[in-house]
């Protein structure tokens, strides 16, 4: 166990995550997430928009988790959230479990957003924020429309079957 | 009535209403959990003032380093709110203050600046904090 941890933190430098929460999550948390990461990022390179666009990207993550994971412990919801930096852009990886009923939803919403460019997704941002939220939401139901908007490049996901009630919804959005 | 003075947390923006100098300001970031239990209160008062105003001239200072996506939603509610009043006749002017090189900030202002008919709208630019 304890020599798989270095092998364990060496795979996630290999990927270039230099950042990664695995277990339940909450809104304290995010905050703390959110500035630790701020902080390191303005240590670096990255200007002002890319670490907000990342935290933003991480806030929005976390609270889809807090709201929708279907892994829960009492008032916890589980999920992993990791942050990396590759081929000079920052990206964000998010995962946590769905019921296989929600899959068929996700997945047409996501792909619609993987279809759309950066003007249409402004758009689409904006007509359905004067709509409101669908009922099945429990947010503005904009998350993942705002995430689009702020990834350099469509938003990535895969749903991975875990048994017949759930499977591990995962997403990876580049900055 | 009374000003509505909220102070920030690491997720939640300052609140400072002031109905005597007629300056409504909200500052800092905006996720929290649960937006609409935050921001009720802001409303009611907002209503309220609103009400009982004149024609004094209003000034409202938005300046928001960050905001999630149920926050965007309420500020373009509490954005709406303001230019209704407008319309009606009160002398609001809205500031959408953003730091010198955040492109999204500057972006929401101008499609805020967009849908607002009424209210006189400024993008102000400022220097970074740090």
């Known amino acids: 166990m304890l020599k798989d941890l270095y092998e364990f933190k060496e795979d996630l430098g290999k990927r270039g995550i230099f950042f990664c929460l695995s277990g339940p999550i909450s809104q304290n948390l995010v905050a703390e997430i959110g500035t630790t990461l701020e902080q390191h990022m303005t240590m670096g390179e990255a200007g002002k928009s890319t670490v907000l666009r990342v935290f933003s990207t991480v806030v929005e993550n976390a609270q889809n988790i807090m709201r929708y994971s279907d892994e829960r412990e009492e008032d916890f919801s589980l999920g992993i959230i990791a942050v990396g930096y590759e081929n000079k852009h920052y990206f964000v990886l998010c995962g946590n479990m769905v019921d296989n009923n929600k899959i068929g939803k996700l997945r047409e ?67 | 009535m009374n000003s509505l003075i909220i102070e920030a947390t690491k997720y939640t923006p300052e609140i400072s209403f002031d109905c005597e100098q007629h300056t409504l300001g909200i500052k800092g970031k905006s996720y929290p959990e649960n937006t609409s239990v935050f921001y009720q209160p802001v409303f009611e008062w907002l209503e309220e003032y609103l009400e009982n105003i004149g024609e004094q001239n209003i000034t409202v200072n938005m300046e928001l380093i960050y905001f999630n996506s149920s926050s965007s939603k309420v500020l373009m509610d509490f954005c709406d709110v303001l230019d209704e009043a407008a319309s009606d006749g009160k002398r609001i002017t809205l500031n959408w203050i953003y730091e010198e090189d955040d492109e999204d900030a500057l972006e929401f202002g101008e499609e805020f600046q967009e849908d607002l008919e009424s209210v006189t709208f400024n993008l102000v630019e400022k220097a970074p904090e740090r």
């Open chain 1, 109 to 175: 919403n996501l792909t619609k957003l993987q279809n759309m460019n950066k003007d249409e997704l402004k758009k689409y941002y904006r007509r359905k924020r004067r709509e409101g939220p669908p009922p099945e939401s429990s947010g503005a139901g904009l998350g993942f429309i705002d995430m689009a908007k702020k990834a350099s490049k469509p938003i990535e996901f895969n749903f991975k079957t875990i048994d017949d009630k759930l499977s591990f919804f995962s997403m990876k959005i580049v900055i």
